[in-house]
């Protein structure tokens, strides 16, 4: 299987340079490999066995086996944060954005992630104008169990559908930390349940239950999925800079973050959308950072941002261009789609040289332009070119960012696997709730 191509040479960094901090990394990176075979889970980086984890995917089979697809029209996922974003862009990366539009394509997956009062009416108005409960599930996600808005969302949602559906606590699932406060309440209201491995952080997840239950529910091929996953570890864990595409994007990105503290994927499909957001929320967590490995406050990080091309050529690029030298950037794109053609019409004569061209093509001439554009003002980026976009080529590419942000954060000097600052807005919400 051939996945992205990787092209760094507009990265404006010498190879002696990246080299040499690539060599930082050799340790680590045999690190990687040895927990990456190990299914013990008891260090954050075993999130590396989940795609090679056939008692996993057995469990996750034999959960969603248990159900009459056939019949099922919506799943509904309840989580935020890493509980949904990793499964929202392999979703919306599959199916797309207006899948909604789409009738006949079943099931279709909901997703409840911040508490809205509109998304929580419109959400229980459909489930109660089904026939039978047999046409939805609901999955509820939180590790820990006690995640504000997940809870909130998921007890409010049942309370709004359970006088038309009695039975409404055989179609949820929860997924959570084995023996977790939500798992033992799931025990107790016999919901069904399958575990998160305790040292899996959230961010990393989408190849744990997390991300494999919704989306083998909703028909999309994981094992495929984790196939392109496993593809990328084994890739991404060998001391080879030349074909370990994880090490050099990692690299090239510290070695710019000295002095470009923003980070922008500029994805060229809007499929892509989601795997932005999932990767932004992969950097924010893990490079920004209060104290470093040693304990010294320094404050780390870099800022992440998501384009959309061609969508935000039109409201950004004079930033992009014309603006300050602040930012690396990384032009995603697919190389192969089907796609119609632009007719020969008295319309298209307004804009010369785009009769009789497919709309990919069109991309294609866009993207070009864009890298050109970079490099007259002597902007850095890379390329990444997909060669499709289905389970296997989405698998590799969110593992290779996965590795990417582990290698990242060894280099700055942080932990990848905590977010204590996150902990400062919970306690303080926690307060407030108490005094309404």
Not at 93 to 122: C, E, H, N
Not at 176 to 181: F, I, K, M, R, Y
Not at 190 to 219: D, N, T
Request: glycine share 6%.
């Amino acid at each position: 299987m051939k996945y992205f191509s990787f092209d760094y040479d507009d990265a404006q960094i010498s190879e002696s340079k990246l080299e040499k901090s690539a060599k930082k990394l050799e340790t680590y990176i045999k690190k990687c490999h040895e927990l990456s075979t190990q299914d013990s889970y008891t260090e954050p980086e075993q999130s590396l066995h989940l795609p090679s984890d056939e008692n996993l995917i057995a469990n996750v089979e034999g959960l969603v086996g248990e159900y009459n697809l056939d019949q099922l029209k919506y799943i509904v996922l309840v989580g935020i944060g890493g509980s949904n974003l990793g499964t929202m862009a392999v979703y919306e990366s599959l199916v797309g954005q207006l899948d909604y539009l789409t009738a006949a394509r079943k099931p279709k997956m909901i997703f409840l992630d911040t508490v809205s009062s509109q998304k929580m009416y419109q959400t229980a108005e459909l489930l109660n104008s089904l026939q039978s409960s047999d046409e939805f599930i609901i999955v509820s996600i939180s590790k820990s169990g006690k995640t504000t808005e997940t809870i909130a969302n998921f007890a409010l949602l049942i309370s709004l559908v359970e006088e038309k559906f009695a039975d409404i606590n055989d179609r949820c699932i929860v997924i959570s930390g084995e023996n977790s406060a939500f798992w033992q309440k799931a025990e107790k209201l016999r919901m069904a349940k399958i575990s998160i491995p305790e040292s899996v952080g959230g961010r990393f997840s989408v190849f744990s239950a997390v991300g494999l239950v919704p989306l083998a529910l909703a028909g999309l091929n994981v094992r495929a999925l984790l196939r392109g996953a496993a593809s990328a570890i084994d890739s991404g864990t060998k001391f080879d800079f030349v074909h370990n595409h994880s090490l050099k994007s990692a690299v090239i990105t510290f070695i710019h973050s000295q002095k470009l503290p923003i980070h922008n994927t500029f994805l060229f499909n809007p499929r892509l959308d989601s795997c932005g957001h999932w990767y932004r929320q992969l950097m924010g967590e893990s490079l920004g950072k209060k104290l470093n490995l040693k304990g010294k406050t320094v404050h780390s990080g870099i800022t992440p941002i998501v384009s959309i091309g061609s969508t935000d050529l039109h409201s950004m690029a004079q930033l992009f261009y014309g603006g300050p030298k602040d930012k690396f950037t990384n032009v995603v794109y697919c190389l192969h789609e089907d796609s119609p053609i632009v007719p020969n019409s008295d319309l298209t004569e307004l804009v010369p040289n785009i009769q009789n061209n497919k709309l990919v093509d069109i991309m294609h001439a866009v993207i070009g332009g864009v890298k050109e554009a970079y490099r007259q003002n002597k902007l850095p980026f890379v390329s990444i070119a997909l060669p499709a976009i289905d389970e296997e080529q989405i698998g590799y590419y969110l593992q290779f960012r996965m590795l990417e942000m582990m290698y990242l954060a060894q280099l700055m000097g942080v932990n990848a696997f905590d977010q204590p600052s996150v902990e400062d807005y919970k306690k303080e919400t926690a307060k407030l709730l108490a005094k309404i």
